[in-house]
């Protein structure tokens, strides 16, 4: 039996299971980066995160067909529909195995023929091909397995599966763990958990929706082409804002492989790890929050979709503070730590960059979901897309004629990046018929608390003794999350503070 709770309760549990999922994900990296780098070097691990970042490519893909398949079973679940509801549901399923077979079918013999499409040193040549191979049927599964998803989102417990994550990355650690303490470094093993913790994600995520929303069943005849090119003909905007999104940050380590070096990608790869976990974190805390803002919105009660944006704002506003706070003041000791053999400076200098680009634009990520929610993806499409090439042109120019190097690659993103500053909390706004600056003094305060939390924090540990062990970094890290926390908590109690004056006057 499921318990009942209300929407507030929903939100913190989900928050709390994403929060989880994030950690364990994190000391799971963590181990990883480390291991695979301290012992088989920089330019591996390159190639694990390059693996990964490969199936974003795919995703363009994909991404049409799965974008609105979990709105549309969802509204129509909720308007008790249930037929066609499961008409959209069976078919994706089905839309999505053909999918995976095509890519298989093409990626693998793209695969055997790697090192000729990228630098990859003699001796990593056959494991670099087998983590690719695991990787792309890992990344098949996860297309297949989406729609499954859709039992907590309706549900509105999106904890259930932030849980199931959490095992997810247990699993994976449990198998690395496993196949390097028997075994030895081999970074195809890295694809073995992978695939073998998607299994399982697969698997229960299967469960929650026999659970959770029985009504939904697998059934070949409900297949429906129709629904099948409704749905691409709306995601398909949803694929050209992704392909966007790869010209703007992924193919960063492709074009640092092929115009600077395999180790320079490796390097920067760690930095961008760093990023994709904060980010993931990030994604979680918004995703969190998706349920309710699309129950709101098919409400049609527009002032309190308004509402519950904002609150998504000022917790992913604060969160993003806190991380970058925190890494600004530790990120040195950490890298001297974690990964003593590498350029800890340098290490160091990328990941503050990457974080800059990609975290302290965090506060605007819950308003990307009204684009979805108003089916206006265009503009945003067309911007993403615009500022993608101008990313790819710059680096490239930077690259080859400057002597920025590995900088110029992060740099143009970061530069980039902070267009949505600007485009995307005036356009969402404008797809609610809002006022323009209706999100802007969320975005203000969140610029305020960061520069307020990063110069306090900054300066009040500026003398303090590097950490030359694990036990002096923990205790830094603690004294930097409270000060964050209560800078915070200050800045909130001084905000009611002002409103409930300005509701007396």
């Excluded at 190639?47 to 609105?68: G, M, P, R, W």
Aim: proline share 2%; with cysteine.
């Amino acid at each position: 039996m499921i318990k009942k709770y209300n929407d507030n309760k929903l939100i913190a549990f989900n928050m709390i299971w994403s929060i989880v999922a994030v950690a364990v994900n994190y000391a799971i990296t963590f181990f990883m980066t480390s291991y695979v780098t301290n012992t088989a070097g920089a330019e591996a691990f390159g190639f694990v995160t390059l693996s990964n970042t490969l199936t974003s490519y795919i995703d363009v893909i994909s991404i049409a067909l799965n974008a609105f398949a979990c709105r549309y079973i969802s509204i129509a679940f909720h308007k008790g529909n249930i037929e066609e509801a499961n008409k959209y549901f069976n078919s994706v399923i089905i839309a999505d195995t053909v999918l995976s077979i095509f890519i298989i079918a093409i990626g693998i013999p793209t695969i055997f023929n790697l090192e000729r499409i990228l630098n990859i040193s003699e001796e990593l040549v056959f494991d670099v091909k087998i983590l690719f191979v695991l990787t792309l049927l890992r990344y098949t599964i996860t297309i297949i397995g989406t729609v499954f998803s859709v039992g907590t989102f309706i549900t509105n417990r999106i904890s259930f599966s932030e849980r199931q994550k959490s095992i997810s990355y247990l699993v994976q650690g449990f198998f690395l763990i496993f196949l390097f303490g028997i075994f030895g470094t081999r970074i195809w093993y890295v694809g073995i958990a992978l695939l073998i913790a998607s299994v399982y994600v697969f698997v229960t995520n299967i469960h929650y929706t026999r659970v959770l929303t029985s009504e939904l069943r697998f059934n070949i005849s409900k297949f429906d082409t129709v629904a099948v090119k409704k749905l691409i003909s709306l995601g398909i905007w949803n694929s050209i804002n992704n392909f966007g999104n790869i010209l703007n940050s992924g193919l960063d380590l492709i074009v640092t492989n092929l115009m600077l070096s395999p180790s320079i990608m490796g390097e920067i790869s760690i930095g961008k790890s760093l990023g994709t976990i904060c980010n993931s974190l990030l994604e979680s805390a918004t995703n969190s929050f998706r349920p309710k803002l699309l129950q709101v919105y098919a409400s049609g009660n527009i002032k309190t979709l308004v509402s519950e944006l904002k609150k998504a704002m000022k917790t992913t506003g604060m969160i993003s503070n806190i991380i970058f706070t925190g890494f600004v003041v530790c990120g040195r000791d950490l890298f001297r730590l974690w990964l003593p053999t590498q350029n800890t400076e340098f290490l160091y200098i990328i990941a503050v960059i990457v974080l800059m680009s990609d975290i302290i634009i965090g506060v605007v990520k819950p308003l990307y979901y009204v684009f979805t929610l108003t089916k206006k993806l265009k503009l945003p499409c067309f911007i993403t897309i615009t500022t993608g090439i101008i990313n790819v042109i710059s680096m490239y120019i930077l690259i080859k004629y400057t002597s920025l190097g590995a900088y110029a690659v992060v740099l143009t993103t970061l530069v980039l990046n902070y267009v949505h500053f600007f485009d995307t909390p005036i356009y969402a706004a404008f797809c609610l018929r809002e006022k323009l600056t209706t999100f802007y003094s969320s975005i203000i305060e969140h610029f305020l608390t960061c520069f307020i939390q990063v110069f306090l924090m900054y300066w009040a540990f500026f003398r303090f003794p590097n950490c030359n062990n694990w036990l002096m970094f923990v205790l830094k890290c603690a004294m930097v999350g409270v000060g964050t926390i209560v800078i915070n908590a200050i800045i909130i109690l001084l905000e009611k503070y002002w409103n409930r004056r300005r509701q007396q006057a």
